[in-house]
């Protein structure tokens, strides 16, 4: 069984700062993907990343950095200079490699970006 | 950009009334899944289909809940006596496989 736990609930920041959202997960496959998604006040879930569990580089794209390191079994997400727009609520998740595997998600953080 | 579609965006039912959320996957995807996230919690795993019948699904896909692919191209979640407790945010997702796209969600209340 898998599980992907967001210890941190609610984290609020000032404009510009930087903030790093943390995930652990547990898996007894091998081989597996992660995930991060941003959930908007709109509702929708918008894909950031995918990392299979072979590719332990970390990964930038502009303000996003993702941090993953399999000794510790942790994905963390770190968002420089924040923004307003940064304010949402952002699940990590897990799935197996098998063709019909289903997203197990963490409970979420919501992300408060002050100006 | 091909997308999944989803339909209605939001519904508003009366307890014990018969619902239908729609989805439209994406054209060549062969995996289909529902999903649900109540209001302030985690999204969960409802049930995932392939190859015209159910592959899996979760505990709380019980008997009220079904799902079809009655033309080739919908793909719909049916409940059949809503509760309170079913208000949520629905979200189909699709995938080839290969990686899985979201549907923007459907809003259920129920009162």
């Known amino acids: 069984a898998q599980k992907v736990t967001q210890a941190q609930t609610e984290i609020s920041v000032v404009e510009k700062e930087d903030v790093t959202l943390d995930c652990v997960y547990e898996?007894?496959?091998?081989?597996?993907?992660l995930f991060w998604y941003k959930q908007p006040p709109s509702g929708e879930l918008v894909f950031l990343i995918r990392?299979?569990?072979?590719?332990?580089q970390n990964e930038i794209s502009g303000r996003y950095s993702w941090n993953f390191q399999k000794s510790t079994s942790s994905f963390n997400f770190t968002i420089t200079a924040s923004q307003v727009v940064d304010s949402a609520v952002y699940f990590c998740a897990l799935r197996t490699t098998g063709a019909n595997s289903k997203l197990t998600f963490g409970k979420g953080i919501t992300l408060s970006v002050r100006p | 950009e091909p997308e999944v579609t989803q339909t209605p965006s939001h519904q508003v039912t009366q307890m014990g009334q018969e619902v239908i959320l729609r989805c439209v996957p994406i054209?060549?995807?062969?995996?289909f899944y529902w999903y649900r996230q109540i209001l302030g919690q985690k999204v969960e795993f409802l049930v995932s289909f392939y190859n015209n019948e159910i592959s899996e699904k979760s505990e709380i896909f019980d008997d009220q809940f079904s799902v079809e692919r009655p033309d080739g191209s919908n793909f719909t979640l049916k409940i059949r006596s809503t509760k309170l407790e079913d208000s949520a945010m629905y979200f189909c997702a699709s995938k080839e496989p290969g990686e899985l796209f979201f549907g923007e969600g459907s809003r259920l209340t129920v009162l």
């Open positions: 898996t007894r496959d091998t081989t597996y993907y």
């Open positions: 054209s060549n995807h062969l995996y």
């Open positions: 990392r299979n569990s072979f590719d332990e």
